[in-house]
C-alpha cells in the first residue's frame, strides 16, 4: 500500500484527544462539540477549543441539551457551524483547520486547500497545516506540490515519521524510487514500528529487482504486525516469486493458522505443495505423494493434482491408486484429455487393454492429434498380436513427430516381425543417423541383416551394439550366430567340391 493518508495528528494511531470541558457544559454539549472538533495536536489549541466549546454553546441557545438534539450532527452542519464562527471571527486559527479537515473529508479539494492556506496566512509554521496540504495535493495528483508541502513541514518538525512516510508515498507516485526509499528509511529510523513504510520500501526494492532488501523490508513489516494477513501474504508471495518456496509454505500456513478461510493463501499454498511434489517426483522420491496430498487439502477441486498424484502412484507401482486419482480428476474435469491418456497407461500397465484402448480413444475425440495416445494405443495392439493396426497407430505418431525414434525402433521391430525387411532396415538406420549411441537399434539392424543373408554387415552391427553396451547378452549371443552361420557358408563350397 503506497497511500496512508492523515487528516489530523492523532487521527492513524490513537482516538482523538478532546480539550478540556467545563463541568457545567449540559452533556448533550458535551457530545457535540466532540463529535464537531478535529483536534490538530498543538498544546495552543486547548485553550482555543474551550473558546470554541463555549462558542457552540452560546450558538445552541441552551436548548441544544435535549435528548431529540443531541445526536450525530451531518458534516453539512457542523460546517456551517465553523462558517459562521469565521464570519464572526475571520482569524480563528481552529476553525479554518477544522473546516479544512471536514472539506478534505467530503472530497471537496479546493475548499480544503482554501482552508489550510488560509490557516498558514494566520500562523506560517502550522506544519499540520503543511501536512495536510501534501495530502490534498496527493490526493489531486499534484505530486510536485505535495513533496513540497511534506518538506515545509519537514522544515519545522524534522522527525515526523508520518510526514516522511506519505513525503514517500509523494515521491513514489513520480517515479522518484530512490527518493522514496530514502524517505521511508528516515521514517522507520523514527519509528521502526511503521509497517506501512517498511511495506513500501519492500516493494520499491522489489520494483528495482533488488530481492533481499525487498524480502528484508517485508520481514520487517510483519515482525511488528505478526497477526497482518495482507502483510504475511506479501511476505510469502516474495518468498515464492525468488524461488524461496519452503519460506513460502511456513508464512502462508502461518496466514492460515489466523485466517482459515484465506482463498489466495490457500490457493498459494496448493500451487506451492504441487510444484514440490513435481520436484520431489522428478528426483524419484515418494514424498512427492505426500505433498500432493497436502496441496489438495488447500484446493480439493485441483485436477492437476489429481493428476500428478495418479503418476506419482503409477511411479510406485500403486496402479489402483493411480486409477482412482485419475477418475477424480475426470470427476472434476470430464475433458481432460491428458488425464484420459495417463489413465490409459495405467491400465496398460494392470494389462487391462480392453479399457486402456476406450480411454486412449477417449484421449483422441478430444485430440485427433495426441501423439501420445497413439502411441499407446501401438503398445497395447503390437501386445495383441494386432500388428496392422499397431502399424497405423505408429504411422499416425510418426506423421505428428517424425523423429520419434522409439515410434521409429517399435514401428520397425513390427516390420521385422513381419518380413517387410527393408523397411525395417530403414527404420533402424534413421535411429542411427540420428542417435549412433544406441545399442538396441544397431543389434536390430544386424538381425535384420541376418535375416538378408548379409552375416559380415550383421556382425559389424553387433559389435557397434556391444561397444555401446557391453552387457547386451542378446547382441553378444546374436554375434555368435552370425559367425557360425559365416563358417556354415564357408564350408559349403568346400563340401559341394569333394562331391
Known amino acids: 500500500m503506497y497511500r496512508l493518508y492523515r487528516y489530523i495528528r492523532a487521527y492513524h494511531c490513537c482516538k482523538p484527544v478532546y480539550p478540556f470541558m467545563p463541568a457545567s457544559l449540559p452533556a448533550g454539549i458535551k457530545s457535540q462539540i466532540k463529535k464537531m472538533l478535529f483536534l490538530p495536536g498543538i498544546a495552543l489549541r486547548y485553550f482555543l477549543f474551550i473558546i470554541l466549546g463555549f462558542s457552540f454553546f ?6 441544544a441539551s435535549s435528548p431529540a438534539e443531541s445526536g450525530d450532527i451531518p458534516d453539512k452542519e457542523i460546517i456551517k457551524k465553523y462558517q459562521k464562527i469565521i464570519l464572526q471571527e475571520p482569524s480563528h ?22 482552508e489550510f492556506n488560509k490557516v498558514l496566512e494566520i500562523n506560517p509554521n502550522d506544519s499540520e497545516a503543511y501536512y495536510n496540504l501534501g495530502n490534498i495535493f496527493s490526493k489531486k495528483g ?12 519537514l522544515a519545522i518538525h524534522p522527525r515526523d515519521a508520518e510526514v516522511l512516510h506519505n513525503l514517500g508515498n509523494a515521491c513514489a507516485n513520480k517515479g522518484m524510487i530512490d527518493d522514496a526509499i530514502s524517505a521511508y528509511r528516515k521514517a522507520v529510523e523514527i519509528n521502526p514500528g511503521l509497517a506501512e513504510s517498511h511495506k513500501s520500501i519492500a516493494y520499491l526494492y522489489k520494483k528495482k529487482g533488488q530481492t533481499s532488501e525487498s524480502i528484508s ?8 504486525h505478526p497477526k497482518d494477513t495482507t502483510l504475511l501474504f506479501d511476505l510469502a508471495s516474495s518468498y515464492e516469486s525468488n524461488g524461496l518456496q519452503d519460506n513460502a509454505i511456513l508464512t502462508y500456513k502461518k496466514l492460515l493458522s489466523i485466517e482459515p478461510t484465506h482463498k489466495e493463501a490457500k490457493n498459494s499454498l496448493a500451487i506451492l505443495y504441487n ?29 492437476e493434482v489429481y493428476n500428478n498424484l495418479g503418476a506419482a502412484y503409477v511411479d510406485k507401482g500403486m496402479i489402483d491408486d493411480a486409477i482412482a486419482a485419475y477418475k477424480k480428476a475426470l470427476e472434476i474435469s470430464p475433458n481432460f484429455g491428458e488425464v484420459y491418456n495417463n489413465l490409459g497407461v495405467a491400465y496398460t500397465k494392470k494389462k487391462a487393454y480392453d479399457e486402456a484402448i476406450s480411454v486412449f480413444q477417449k484421449t483422441l475425440s478430444l485430440n485427433k492429434n495426441h501423439a501420445g495416445a497413439h502411441f499407446n494405443l501401438g503398445v497395447i495392439y503390437s501386445e495383441k498380436g494386432m500388428r496392422p493396426e499397431a502399424l497405423k497407430e505408429y504411422n499416425e505418431v510418426l506423421r ?3 523423429n520419434d525414434l ?8 513390427l516390420y521385422l516381425e513381419s518380413g517387410q525387411l527393408n523397411d525395417a532396415s530403414a527404420d533402424m538406420k534413421k535411429i542411427i543417423a540420428t542417435n ?5 537399434p544397431h543389434q536390430k539392424l544386424g538381425d535384420i541383416y541376418q535375416k538378408q543373408g548379409q552375416a559380415d554387415d550383421a556382425i559389424a552391427e553387433y559389435k557397434q551394439a556391444l561397444e555401446i553396451s557391453p552387457e547386451l547378452k542378446e547382441a553378444l549371443h546374436s554375434m555368435e550366430d552370425a559367425y557360425r552361420r559365416k563358417e556354415q557358408q564357408a564350408k559349403r563350397p568346400e563340401m559341394d567340391n569333394h562331391k
Do not use: C, W
Open 275 to 303: 510444484s514440490k511434489g513435481v520436484s520431489l517426483a522428478l528426483q524419484g522420491k515418494k514424498d512427492a505423494i505426500a505433498a500432493y496430498k497436502e496441496a489438495l487439502q488447500n484446493k480439493e477441486d485441483f485436477k
Open 217 to 224: 523490508s517485508f520481514e520487517k513489516a510483519t515482525s511488528f
Open 436 to 440: 549412433p549411441k544406441l545399442a538396441a
Open 58 to 63: 452560546l450558538s445552541f441557545k441552551i436548548g
Open 142 to 153: 499534484l505530486f510536485d506540490d505535495a513533496i513540497a508541502s511534506y518538506k515545509k513541514a
Open 406 to 413: 522409439l515410434a521409429l525402433y517399435n514401428r520397425g521391430i
Open 400 to 402: 505428428l513427430t517424425p
Open 93 to 114: 486559527l481552529n476553525a479554518h483547520f477544522n473546516l479544512g479537515i471536514l472539506y478534505y473529508k467530503n472530497m471537496h479539494l479546493d475548499e480544503a486547500l482554501r
